[in-house]
């Protein structure tokens, strides 16, 4: 009788969590983002938030947690209640961190449910106009007449504008000092001051600044010339051969999230990006990704392999 009972229970909870799942959600939903408000990560936040709230019924509300390359709204969501109210929009420093940090607050393939891979996204070499650099070339050799004088500003240690600037380092030689900020914005900021002599910047946000002058563009990471900066050479145009570099954006949430949630979210969010939002996310640079959560959770698996290998060549720590 007691087996009865137990299987009895099991049944009524299955559907209590299937019938949860097909009116999700009934209340409003948070996504949360590790970084301050204007950069790449934060845009894209807003319009999956808004888009959403349209065909969900519900509020979807983008909440900023910025600090440690994402890691403190990461930790936030890791420990959040898995009914699926508590989202992540993540970002590259998540799978880069896990090489460089010993004890991350969290497990990155265990204590979050990957939702939906969004986009991919180049970054642009830019530098401060102050600076005797117009090409790749005058920049690698200005670096290398300054050892350990250039510094250059990113989103966080183990963040895709981090990376970016590693490698390049690493296939140049180019020694610069790493500044990391809480956000694109004020690294921008800086760098268009003259506080910061360069930046691997993500190209929607760099793009205002470069059209204004206040910083000079002179390569993009990706092997094909953005469209919105066509003017703009490639890093293997500019004679860097064998370069390429893109980051990665994408949703998830804690891990125990019901598998029904997960799936309405992925395919909310595909619908959306295959559709209202494709082309404001082409029109920002991005490389719209799509694809199931599995495919997604294979994806990061493979980054974080990538980025131990740049971490480890590179001496990369914790700052």
């Known amino acids: 009788m007691q087996f009865f009972r137990r299987v009895l229970l099991l049944f ?19 996504i949360i983002v590790g970084f301050a408000p204007g950069g790449s990560v934060d845009i894209v936040a807003r319009l999956i938030a808004q888009k959403l709230g349209e065909t969900l019924g519900q509020p979807f509300v983008v909440e900023n947690k910025p600090g440690a390359t994402g890691f403190i709204a990461a930790e936030y969501v890791a420990k959040s209640a898995p009914d699926g109210y508590t989202l992540l929009m993540g970002a590259t420093g998540l799978t880069a961190g896990v090489s460089i940090y010993a004890k991350l607050p969290f497990d990155l393939l265990h204590d979050f449910a990957p939702v939906a891979h969004i986009a991919n996204q180049a970054n642009v070499l830019i530098v401060n106009p102050t600076l005797p650099a117009k090409s790749v070339a005058d920049f690698i050799s200005v670096a290398k007449s300054r050892p350990g004088k250039l510094n250059y500003g990113s989103t966080g240690t183990g963040s895709s504008l981090h990376m ?11 020694s610069m000092v790493h ?12 760098l268009a001051g003259g506080q910061l002599d360069a930046m691997f910047e993500n190209v929607p946000t760099a793009i205002p600044f470069i059209q204004s002058g206040k910083v000079r563009a002179l390569a993009v990471t990706s092997t094909q010339r953005s469209a919105m900066l066509p003017d703009i050479p490639t890093m293997q145009d500019a004679g860097l051969s064998g370069y390429d570099f893109h980051g990665w954006l994408g949703v998830l949430a804690p891990a125990g999230t019901p598998k029904e949630v997960v799936a309405k979210l992925n395919a909310e969010i595909d619908r959306a990006i295959k559709g209202d939002l494709n082309k404001k996310l082409l029109d920002l640079g991005l ?3 799509s694809g199931t959560p599995e ?12 980025y131990a290998k740049i971490v480890k060549a590179a001496g990369i720590t914790p700052q």
């Open 12 to 30: 009524v909870l299955g559907f209590a969590l299937a019938a949860n799942a097909q009116v999700y959600p009934v209340k409003p939903v948070r």
């Open 164 to 174: 970016a600037a590693e490698m390049f380092s690493m296939m140049t030689g180019a």
């Open 179 to 190: 500044v990391p900020y809480k956000g694109s914005a004020p690294a921008l900021t800086d």
């Open 287 to 289: 490389d719209v990704v």
């Open 295 to 306: 495919q997604f959770a294979s994806y990061m698996r493979q980054d974080i392999d990538t």
